[in-house]
């Protein structure tokens, strides 16, 4: 049985480590991620530039007050002549992405010629590895990618107990079974999160992302499936050996509204390898919900 943490520790937060002539890019998926990475390097003094990724960032007002170019997936070629003609050295992939451009749909350039093998690699693994190669790509053009976290590192969970609720004994084995197949579907790649109800994980996060295994969840309770069963709780982790700089585990305000209309009791995350988005707003719903959230300790180390 694990043990309730009682303390709650706080992330450290420091300024920026960059040099003085550094320019910081960010990617822009969907979400609120991007727009904390982007008020973030602003406020340490480093404005950054924005890659609107088209049909995928969704907060365009708040990223627009910033210097920006939207680019294309099937033109993704033009990413490293577009990040070297804005002096971009360092690199925010932040926000999600929901889809991956088709080979045949690739916008042809003399630029996209050198990153084909780059791009072929990527598509053909899973979604970690995807990651690791882009990273790694983009590190062999002189372009230092950084993780959102080093950013804004008051977004990452703490340890312990955040919120007024706090979990019941039977929630804690409802932890340790979606602790274990988080993390059992992680080293697969095939997702960060998963849902126990009763003891058991009931659910699985699959390509749809941690939105539709809560709305799977709901259905299973709607439909009978798990009647019988109270409470439950959302654990989401880190995979194993994960590329941290991107896609860490992550929650928000719409997650707590999500469980919530699932009837589970709480979410637990990984601390010092998951992100609390929009923090503030998310733990201030949970308490109005009579939800709890928990930093569990982190399976390894917190920044890989």
Request: aromatic share 2%; net charge neutral.
């Amino acid at each position: 049985m694990a043990t309730i943490p009682t303390m709650k520790t706080e992330t450290a937060s420091a300024g920026l480590d960059l040099p003085p002539d550094a320019r910081v890019g960010i990617i822009a998926g969907g979400g609120s991620l991007p727009v904390e990475v982007a008020a973030g390097s602003a406020g340490q003094g480093y404005p950054p530039f924005i890659v609107l990724m088209e049909g995928e960032a969704d907060r365009l007002t708040e990223l627009c007050q910033y210097e920006h170019e939207t680019l294309a997936l099937e033109a993704i070629g033009s990413l490293i002549p577009l990040l070297k003609r804005h002096r971009i050295t360092h690199l925010v992939l932040a926000g999600e992405i929901k889809r991956r451009p088709r080979l045949t749909h690739l916008r042809p350039s003399l630029s996209l010629l050198a990153v084909i093998p780059i791009v072929v690699m990527a598509l053909a693994r899973g979604d970690d590895g995807l990651l690791k190669v882009v990273a790694r790509g983009l590190e062999a053009r002189g372009i230092k990618v950084m993780g959102a976290h080093e950013i804004v590192p008051n977004l990452v969970a703490a340890e312990g107990v955040l919120t007024k609720a706090v979990p019941q004994k039977s929630d804690w084995r409802d932890i340790e079974a979606g602790f274990a197949a988080a993390k059992a579907i992680g080293a697969l790649d095939i997702g960060q999160a998963a849902i126990a109800v009763g003891g058991r994980a009931i659910a699985l996060e699959g390509i749809e992302g941690t939105a539709g295994l809560l709305d799977r969840a709901k259905l299973l309770r709607g439909h009978g499936r798990i009647a019988g069963k109270t409470r439950g709780v959302l654990v989401k982790c880190a995979k194993p050996g994960q590329e941290l700089r991107a896609d860490l585990p992550s929650m928000g305000p719409q997650t707590v509204e999500a469980a919530h209309a699932a009837g589970l009791a709480g979410i637990a995350v990984e601390a010092g390898r998951s992100l609390i988005l929009e923090g503030p707003a998310t733990l201030s719903r949970a308490n109005e919900l009579g939800l709890f959230i928990v930093g569990l300790a982190a399976a390894e180390p917190a920044y890989g």
